[in-house]
């Protein structure tokens, strides 16, 4: 009997965190996608203004960027030309589609005049931002549906193991 | 019978219109369905011997 609570209080833990961890994982990829953000407008602005060279400006903002982004533009500042590919191998929680959009930008950084090069990031910025809007809404209902989740079916198998 | 198989299916039934609550609030109908099938279908195989061994006891009753 001693062992049986034991196991069930285990099993209800696990799903518990299970479901604190994917509740989190929305959080998480907003919190990436901001980073992100503040990075384009400090690339924006190391174009724009400060008129540095595409492997100056990444290797100023390597500097003032979290992790996993500060390697990703440490590796950029080495190879300007492999945006589309690093982007593509960033370990981070951002979604495949977050990647896909961001990578876009590959085609025009280091191409045109410093106006197109703005304006395409200007264009990943403006979905960035729709993609964050829809993430606010969305995670508001999604944290609490897999915390109680997490909590209730934990729950549910340890009766139906019992 | 054991009387433990009636308190386990009620646990079952409170736990699964809560999550029923959960997951429409949270807009996914198709999978509350779904969940309510589930526990239906987790309980039917809990007492599918116990319905089983009922109809046996009325055939046998009535000399069916």
Redo the contacts between chains.
Sequence with gaps: MFLTIIGGALVCLSTTLIGIYLGGAGGRRAKDLLEFKKSLILLKSQIDYAIYTLPQAFSHIAQRVAPPLDNFYRRLAEAPDGWSDEILQLKSNLHKDDLVNISLLGASLGQGDADVQINSIDMVLATIDDTLGQLTVKNKTDTKMYRSLGVVSGLLITIALL | MDI?VVF?IA??GI??A??NQ??K????DDQATMTTLA?LI?VLFWIISHISDLFGTVQNLFQL
């Design positions: 433990t386990q646990a079952v736990l699964v809560v999550l959960v997951l609030g949270a807009g996914r526990g987790v």
